[in-house]
């Protein structure tokens, strides 16, 4: 390898060092060095020149991109060249910092210190296999997966130092296009050979994916017994285990990943679907705060993750035991809210999004925890109009907490429309979001139907002017919907005819007149509903006092 014709980036916040990195590249033969004290400069010059090689320390200042989220951008954005080559420096030995490191896939990671032969010969020995993978690389950038497939495979036919390499990439591309079992065809000579980790964790995964549950847990096992810190292994444990609705082991093997390797974004994804599916929403709360902290610099950064932090606290009150317990964790979300105010980056990743009209949705969860419906739906009523004032279209972010309420109050068809608006939108909603969700349309489902069923005998029975029985069938569809605006405007219609019928309003009709307009007074309705409920307040107040 050459490295006078190559151009090289070095991204150091440390100048002694940069400077030492720099000479050390110019003593290869590189003239043609330049180097950036952060990451976002770095992405600046990267969008405008493609570099061959680039050097970037891990800690690049307490508040600034890392060296993680440099290399996460610059591949996702594609602003650097398949061939190019990203080391990843630390001075940083601990076990979490060098997995953190090697699950973000530089090229190579050097700790600190470091010679320069050892700088040359990685360089050099990830720069030829970019270059004999290159045209792999260049498809599957490109999206090309079965073409990419077919190279590889022809690359396999001819001996090369890269078969490893190789069979990596060709058992990922299966995965990616979801044939998993062409995948173990490439691994079998791994599954009773010589017991290369790699490989390893490569069968495991594939098993997973394949439903052969058994087989992947005693893979994962056997891979711990010979190297007991790999998360990976952990991690395809705790799958394994959810999927045989074993939730301790479960949950026992996210956290002993999560210890093992905190730094990973997929791995908290994780624990908080398997936390959520356990009812331990504590980890579920920590690992939405982690995914929070690990996102708000990078590439993969969303208001919906900060969001996600106070929507994981208040699941932990809904579900607190006594109320001392209930209060801390509302206030914490509380807390966590009124901090959001004055996040930086949080205002700098969306500056369209509204902290007060997320806290007034907020509030609305800690209305229907408390059991105050009435407050829970005054106060939901108030930010959707706010949405609507503000925004054409109802930003993501507010949407999943807006359903969850939704579903509490027995608001159904507002829930099930925001779910369709989510749907059309395909990728948007993140993982932790969309686990909620899913959770709560599964725990919503019999209250749903039952609510559709009788509030459809409902409807029948008023069609067919037998106003009691609508009345019952409206008054067993408000027991599954408590304060549901639809099912409190029919029962007053049902009231009404009644009324009209004897003439008069008896006082028990007057009392339950009374309810429902309380659980719509006040409250900011849909234009139809608006008009509706004017109709039915101005008939009923010739025989209603109010």
């Not at 590189?30 to 990267?46: G, N």
């Not at 790999?230 to 799958?239: E, M, R, S, T, V």
């Not at 059991?371 to 706010?386: C, N, P, V």
């Not at 408000?478 to 009209?500: D, E, R, S």
Request: aromatic share 8%.
């Amino acid at each position: 390898m050459q490295f006078s014709n190559k151009q090289v980036l070095i991204v150091e916040d440390q100048r002694p060092f940069l400077l030492l990195l720099k000479g050390l590249m110019h003593s290869m033969g590189a003239s043609d060095v330049v180097t950036k004290s952060s990451a976002e400069q770095a992405v600046s010059l990267c969008k405008k020149h493609k570099f061959d090689v680039i050097i970037c320390d891990l800690h690049l200042g307490a508040d600034n991109k890392s060296g993680y989220e440099l290399i996460e951008e610059l591949r996702t954005r594609r602003l650097i060249n398949p061939t190019s080559v990203f080391i990843l420096i630390s001075a940083d030995s601990a076990r979490p910092i060098v997995l953190g490191s090697i699950e973000r896939r530089p090229d190579d990671f050097l700790v600190k210190p470091f010679s320069q032969v050892q700088l040359k010969s990685r360089i050099i020995r990830a720069w030829q296999k970019r270059q004999f993978l290159q045209q792999a690389y260049s498809l599957i950038e490109q999206g090309e997966c079965n073409s990419a497939i077919d190279h590889i495979e022809s690359l396999l036919d001819s001996p090369s130092h890269y078969k490893r390499h190789c069979e990596q990439l060709l058992v990922e591309l299966y995965w990616r296009i979801g044939q998993p079992e062409k995948a173990l065809d490439v691994l079998s000579d791994y599954i009773d050979g010589k017991p290369v980790l790699w490989a390893q964790i490569a069968i495991a995964k594939t098993y997973l994916q394949l439903n052969e549950l058994d087989k992947a847990i005693t893979t994962a096992k056997r891979t711990l017994k010979r190297n007991r810190f790999n998360a990976d292994a952990h991690d395809i444990l705790a799958q394994a285990q959810q999927k045989l609705d074993d939730g301790e082991k479960a949950l026992d093997a996210i956290k002993e990943a999560i210890k093992l390797s905190p730094y990973s974004l997929p791995r908290h994804f994780k624990a908080c679907e398997i936390g959520r599916l356990n009812d331990d929403l504590v980890l579920a709360a920590n690992s939405s705060l982690a995914i929070w902290n690990l996102s708000k610099r990078s590439v993969h950064k969303t208001s919906l993750h900060w969001c996600g932090i106070i929507r994981s606290l208040l699941d932990v009150a809904e579900c607190a035991e006594d109320k001392k317990q209930r209060n801390k964790y509302q206030q914490e979300a509380l807390l966590t809210l009124q901090r959001g105010k004055f996040d930086e980056h949080l205002q700098k990743m969306d500056r369209d999004f509204d902290v007060d009209i997320f806290g007034t949705i907020v509030n609305a969860r800690i209305s229907a925890i408390d059991g105050k419906l009435i407050d829970a739906k005054r106060h939901l009523s108030t930010s959707q109009t706010m949405l609507d004032e503000k925004y054409t279209e109802v930003p993501t972010a507010f949407i999943p907490d807006s359903i969850n309420v939704m579903y509490k109050l027995g608001e159904f068809d507002d829930a099930l429309q925001l779910t369709s608006l989510l749907e059309s939108r395909h990728d948007e909603l993140d993982q932790n979001s969309a686990n909620m969700l899913e959770t709560q349309a599964h725990n919503a489902r019999k209250s749903l139907a039952s609510y559709q069923q009788f509030n459809r005998e409902g409807i029948q029975h008023y069609q067919q002017k037998d106003y009691e029985r609508a009345k019952a069938s409206f008054a067993l569809a408000q027991g599954f919907a408590p304060v549901n605006t639809g099912v409190a405007l029919n029962l007053l219609q049902c009231l009404l005819q009644i009324v009209i019928k004897e003439d008069k309003a008896e006082m028990k009709l007057t009392n339950e007149c009374k309810r429902l307009f309380k659980l719509i007074d006040d409250m900011s309705l849909k234009a139809p509903y608006n008009e509706k409920y004017t109709n039915l307040r101005d008939e009923l107040s010739k025989y209603i006092g109010f």
